[in-house]
């Protein structure tokens, strides 16, 4: 079946390195969204990105979708303390047509020590 | 704007037990997920609802798990009866529409099962 995969699991960083988190899909996107859950609570909506190639920017956050449209990365430069929690990509389930059904890679926990 | 609302938060019951969870989706959402967190699984959607109606209930586990949406603003998903491996944080999701819009998470039920 469809499945979205993200690398790595888990990364530890210090507080001002960069940190890179990677999904990839087995089939081609429509969408791709990302969500951060920190620790203890519940998935917030980040980003979403439809075209190909499109490359978005949150303060230090830049989320980027493949060419191809079946992977995608979201980059944080400078880590702060703040930015700990596990990050989540989503696409749309293959065959769900417009019903909104998203699958979600398993997440990268990043871990920032001060 | 009050987000998702899920009750109860933590939920400790014994094997065998019925388990009633509750969630009421933003307003004016047509579109409610229940999704299934733990460590080994990651997240897994279980069921959703467009404009009350379950449209895919293929992540249900078995026949133990029912969920139910009488109306726009209210939600249940049943276990019953329940089962040490059903411990897992249960969340709550809404979107304003069909299609890839943001999920919005509630703040989940932490379910444990004696």
């Known amino acids: 079946g469809q499945q979205v995969m993200q690398i790595p699991q888990y990364q530890h960083v210090q507080e001002g390195e960069d940190f890179t988190t990677y999904c990839n899909s087995s089939t081609t996107l429509s969408n791709i969204q990302w969500y951060k859950q920190r620790p203890g609570g519940h998935p917030v909506f980040l980003i979403q990105l439809v075209k190909s190639g499109e490359v978005k920017k949150q303060k230090r956050l830049t989320f980027q979708f493949g060419e191809a449209k079946k992977n995608s990365s979201l980059h944080i430069t400078a880590t702060q303390t703040t930015d700990v929690g596990t990050y989540f990509c989503a696409g749309p389930g293959s065959g769900s047509g417009n019903t909104g059904k998203l699958i979600f890679g398993q997440g990268t926990t990043l871990q920032v020590k001060p | 704007d009050a987000g998702v609302i899920q009750s109860p938060r933590h939920e400790v019951t014994e094997m065998g037990q019925e388990v009633t969870l509750r969630c009421k989706p933003i307003?004016?959402?047509?579109?409610l997920f229940w999704y299934r967190q733990t460590m080994m699984r990651g997240l897994e959607l279980l069921i959703y609802?467009?404009?009350?109606?379950?449209?895919?209930d293929s992540g249900m586990p078995e026949d133990r798990f029912s969920a139910k949406m009488p109306n726009a603003s209210f939600s249940t998903l049943k276990i019953q009866p329940s089962e040490p491996r059903d411990s897992a944080v249960y969340f709550c999701a809404s979107s304003p529409r069909r299609g890839w819009m943001a999920q919005y998470f509630g703040p989940g039920t932490r379910l444990l099962v004696l």
């Open positions: 307003s004016g959402h047509n579109s």
């Open positions: 609802f467009n404009n009350n109606v379950p449209i895919d």
